[in-house]
Structures are given as C-alpha cells and as structure tokens.
C-alpha cells in the first residue's frame, strides 16, 4: 500500500519538479527512540487531555478563524494592544483541569493568525513586543503543569495568514498579504527557529500538534512543507517529544501519535476523517461547545453526560479524548466550561480506573455501549441498555461479573453461543459499568 506521504510527493518527484534529498532516508528510517516510546506510553494510558485555543482572536469573541473571514492582518493586529488579560492565572487553569481528571494541556502557541502567545525572537508580534501584558503566557502556563504534574503538549500552526513569506495556501486569503512576496526558505526557517525555543526554553514538551497541512494539500497545489527534517529536528531537541500532526491523513513517517478531528478513530460525521486507523496512540479531538477558540454566542455546551460518554467511547476504542475549551479574553475560562470540567473530574474521580491506562475493548461498540480493558478485567460500560440484559459478543467469554462501582455481583446466562449479562436497575444513566473477568 502507498503511504499517504508519498503519495503527496511522488508527483513531484515524477515530474522532477523538486529534488527532495533525505525525505525518503529519514522517513523510511524514522526508528522511535525509547525516550520516544515511552511518552507514547504515557500519552495512551492518559487517555484525557484538554485543548486550549487562546489568542488574541480571543477578544473578537468570534473564533480562531475571524481573521480569514475579512478584517486586513494589519488592523487586525492592532487588538494586541489591548490584550491584557488581567485574570489569566495558570495556577488555577491547571488545577481546574487536573482537577477534570484531564492529564496533559495541549496549548495553542501560534495558531493561524500568526499571533506567538510566547516569548519569541524571531518575531515582535507576540505576547511580549506586541501586548501590555508582557508576561510570557506559555513560560507560567508550562511552569505550573510542571508544578502539578500535567503533561504539556504544544499546537503549532503550519499556516500564517498575517506573514508575507507564508506561501498563500487555501485559506487567507483576504487578510492584505502580498503573495508575490511570498518565500518558502524564509518562513520555514522561522518556523524552525520558534520550534526550537519552543523546545529549548519551556521544559519538557511531551508533544507539538502541527495544524495546517491541509492548506496545501495534494488536490490543491503539490507542496513540500519538509516535514522530515522539521521532525527530526524535534526529535532531536527533545527525544521524548512526540509529533502529531492534525493533516486527516494516516500517519506520516516520523509522527508518534494519530489525530481524529471532531470524530472518533473508524468515524467520518465531521467530514474530516475517515482515514485508516494506524497502530500509533490515537487522539480525538472536539470542542465542548462548537467552536476551538471563544465564541461569544455559541453558549452550546455538550452537556456532562454526553461529555463523559464520548471520553468512554473513545476509551472503548483505544483513543483519547482532548476536549477543547476556548478562553476568554479576560483570561478566564468561560463558567460553562468550568462547571463540566469539575463534573468530569467527579466521574473519573469514581470511575477512571476503568478508562485510564486501559486499552481497547476486545469488540467494537455495541448498540448497548462500549468496552475498555485491563489485563484480563474487562469493563463494559453500558450506556443505552435497550432491554435488562445485554449480549456480548461471542469472542468474549464471561466467567464472573459485577457491579464496578458496589462491587455487587451480577448473574450471566447464555443466550446461544453468546454470553449475557443480566442488568439490574440502573442507577447511573451516563455509563453503568461492569467488571467482568475473562
Ligand atoms: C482545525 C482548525 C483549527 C483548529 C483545529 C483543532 O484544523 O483550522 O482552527 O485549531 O482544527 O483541531
């Protein structure tokens, strides 16, 4: 089977419009280090992270894209200073999200506003030269997951739509930027250079989350955004830091983790996915609400129940779930969001044992729920009960079952050559859950 990857440079390559040197060396040869394998490990027994989409876009109150939508990248850029927000405290953000249960902090650097909400030197539109804020947003927000023991991972975008150099690509295209000027060198070389502080001055970073690759994509124009060596640069800064990449495609030789968007791995309702699932750690992300960064009007929260069903669905499948919050301009995270964060964390506080560090059920969901594993502990997690008995797939045999929470035993019967499991009333209509042992 062709990989996706070379399936986007092989035109090139065919038309000898591009030598690309060392791609098909290094991706080919693209060995994870143990440092590597092990915080996939950590990563996939994590199962719960949250995403957090904050900018200056943030004071429009209209998303992370407002930009795209119309105003010039110059008048825009102007709301930076006026950005100051007064209430941001990483202390508090981190434990409200430690709190969720949630176990690592994917955080928006530089989304495709081109706006670096940290210390850079390679530009002044960030939140020191550009704001009066001054206050390095990332540096405080890392040093508390270190504090608190939160893992850090970090979104990068591949896109600008405010940098003259950016190779215009979909998207952007009304922002006031001169496309004749643009310059591939020099903007990759930038995004280099920003890498590397990322990975030099902020401690550990578990993982960098690139976005973007879809502006260029291989049913646009052919492009070489030369990931290989902006990976193997990553990996050799930081030997634990993973690469993901938010591009919908199978993976690409040299990343770590596998990214759903808006859907769990196999599903394809956001029109986004569909992809094959690879053997890698795999994440889903989604927004609590319907927008990644804040949106003024869209007050349209999941509610907590769908919220941890969709944390166990993912779980079932072997997946995490990183559930976005967008924050406010003021720095705080909106009350909504607050409010299920501390529901979740109740939830998992009583039930994690059955999705962290577990592994996929040993069968696809069910029209009754889904199913995670430890060992030979097998949880079913029932979710929409149709009847007072549910049926397990015949690959699966039950030798005991109880009640996870009370720990009360359950009755099993066979209904041919499958086993089932016989509900009582169910107390918990979010997710009942049963131990069984297999
Ligand atoms: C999309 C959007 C972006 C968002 C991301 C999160 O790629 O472009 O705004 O950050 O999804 O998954």
């Not at 190779?167 to 890498?195: C, E, I, V």
């Not at 964390?345 to 069968?363: D, H, K, M, R, S």
């Not at 690959?395 to 066979?414: C, D, M, Q, R, Y």
């Amino acid at each position: 089977m062709k990989h996706a990857f070379l399936k986007t440079i092989s035109p090139l390559l065919l038309s000898g419009a591009l030598a690309i040197p060392a791609v098909s060396a290094f991706a080919e040869s693209y060995i994870p280090s143990p440092e590597v394998l092990e915080s996939r490990r950590q990563f996939a027994d994590d199962r719960f992270g949250i995403f957090l989409h904050w900018g200056i876009y943030s004071m429009f109150g209209q998303g992370e894209w407002y930009l795209n939508y119309g105003p010039d990248a110059k008048e825009y850029s102007k709301a930076a200073k006026g950005f100051y927000p007064a209430e941001f405290n990483a202390k508090e953000w981190v434990s409200a999200i430690k709190d969720a249960g949630a176990k690592y902090i994917c955080f928006t650097s530089r989304h495709h506003d081109g706006f670096s909400m940290f210390d850079t030197a390679q530009s002044d539109y960030d939140i020191m030269d550009a704001t009066p804020f001054r206050r390095d947003i990332l540096k405080e927000l890392a040093d508390e997951c270190q504090k608190q023991g939160i893992a850090l991972h970090l979104y990068y975008s591949h896109i600008d739509w405010t940098r003259d150099d950016y190779p215009q690509g979909r998207t952007g295209h009304d922002t006031g930027r001169d496309p004749s000027k643009a310059d591939w060198d020099s903007y990759y070389g930038f995004m280099n250079r920003q890498l590397t502080e990322l990975l030099t001055n902020y401690g550990p970073i578990r993982a960098i989350w690139f976005d973007g690759w879809w502006d260029h994509d291989e049913d646009a124009t052919p492009f070489d955004w030369q990931l290989p060596a902006q990976y193997e640069m990553i990996h050799r800064l930081q030997p634990s830091c993973m690469v993901a990449n938010n591009h919908h495609q199978t993976p690409f030789p040299g990343e770590d983790i596998q990214i759903f968007e808006r859907d769990l791995p196999g599903e394809n309702t956001a029109g986004l996915s569909g992809q094959e699932v690879s053997r890698l750690p795999l994440e889903t992300c989604n927004t609590m609400n319907g927008m990644w960064g804040y949106k003024i009007k869209d007050q349209n929260y999941k509610d907590t129940k769908t919220l941890i069903q969709y944390l166990v669905k993912a779980a079932g499948m072997g997946a995490n779930l990183l559930l976005n919050i967008g924050p406010q301009p003021s720095g705080e995270l909106p009350a909504t969001a607050l409010s299920r964060l501390k529901e979740m964390g109740e939830w998992l506080q009583a039930n994690g044992e059955t999705i962290y560090a577990t592994e996929a059920g040993p069968f696809p969901a069910q029209s009754w729920g889904t199913s995670t594993k430890k060992g030979d502990r097998l949880f079913l997690h029932v979710m929409t009960p149709e009847t007072d008995a549910i049926v397990i797939p015949e690959n699966v045999k039950i030798k005991k079952a109880k009640e996870f929470i009370s720990g009360k035993p359950l009755k099993t019967a066979k209904a041919g050559r499958h086993d089932v499991v016989l509900l009582p009333e169910l107390p918990d209509s979010r997710d009942f859950i049963i131990e069984c042992e297999i």
